[in-house]
């Protein structure tokens, strides 16, 4: 097999596995933005979460894609300036409870949060979904999407 052909090849189920759950098990004691990035990112990441446009006034994190190293640090920046993110040691499963589809190089995961409110102090318990896609071939996430409590956020969070 040429190299050209090797580069273009799928990650294993193994290597998505292990790239999603390193990822979220550094959630739990997260480094800063740009090393959490550099770490366990690929070079050209994007974050997607997932939520009504019309929420941005409170919520400017919410419906839209951010794209590379920058745009991904301006969503750590704007969410770390509305939420606070406590997530206990048993918030996310073992490796083998990540639902990997080796074949369309996805990996997704239900967790488990208390988020809170920096401007209200108001907080609340959540479940939440993660999709990673676009791994590369070590297994390093290019997208990372995310599912949650809009509605609870936007509660939270206020006027």
């Given at each position: 097999?040429?190299?050209?052909?090797?580069?273009?090849?799928?990650?294993?189920?193994?290597v998505l596995r292990k790239g999603a759950h390193a990822f979220c098990?550094?959630?739990?004691?997260p480094p800063a933005p740009s090393d959490l990035l550099q770490t366990?990112?690929?070079?050209?990441?994007?974050?997607?979460?997932?939520?009504?446009?019309?929420?941005?006034?409170?919520?400017?994190?919410?419906?839209?894609?951010?794209?590379?190293?920058?745009?991904?640090?301006?969503?750590?920046?704007?969410?770390?300036?509305?939420l606070e993110m406590q997530l206990p040691e048993d918030a996310l499963?073992?490796?083998?409870?990540?639902?990997?589809?080796?074949?369309?190089?996805?990996?997704?995961?239900?967790?488990?949060?208390?988020?809170?409110?920096?401007?209200?102090?108001?907080?609340?318990?959540?479940?939440?979904?993660?999709?990673?896609?676009?791994?590369?071939?070590?297994?390093?996430?290019?997208?990372?999407?995310?599912?949650?409590?809009?509605?609870?956020?936007?509660?939270?969070?206020?006027?």
């Amino acid at each position: 097999m040429s190299s050209g052909q090797q580069q273009k090849q799928k990650p294993s189920a193994a290597v998505l596995r292990k790239g999603a759950h390193a990822f979220c098990a550094a959630l739990l004691s997260p480094p800063a933005p740009s090393d959490l990035l550099q770490t366990y990112f690929t070079a050209a990441p994007s974050i997607t979460e997932h939520g009504p446009r019309w929420a941005a006034s409170r919520l400017p994190f919410l419906g839209k894609t951010f794209q590379g190293r920058d745009g991904c640090e301006e969503y750590f920046g704007l969410l770390g300036e509305v939420l606070e993110m406590q997530l206990p040691e048993d918030a996310l499963p073992g490796s083998q409870g990540f639902i990997v589809d080796a074949e369309a190089g996805m990996v997704s995961v239900v967790g488990k949060g208390h988020f809170k409110s920096k401007k209200t102090g108001k907080g609340w318990d959540e479940q939440f979904i993660y999709r990673l896609s676009d791994f590369d071939a070590e297994g390093r996430v290019g997208h990372w999407e995310i599912w949650a409590d809009p509605l609870s956020a936007w509660d939270a969070v206020g006027e």
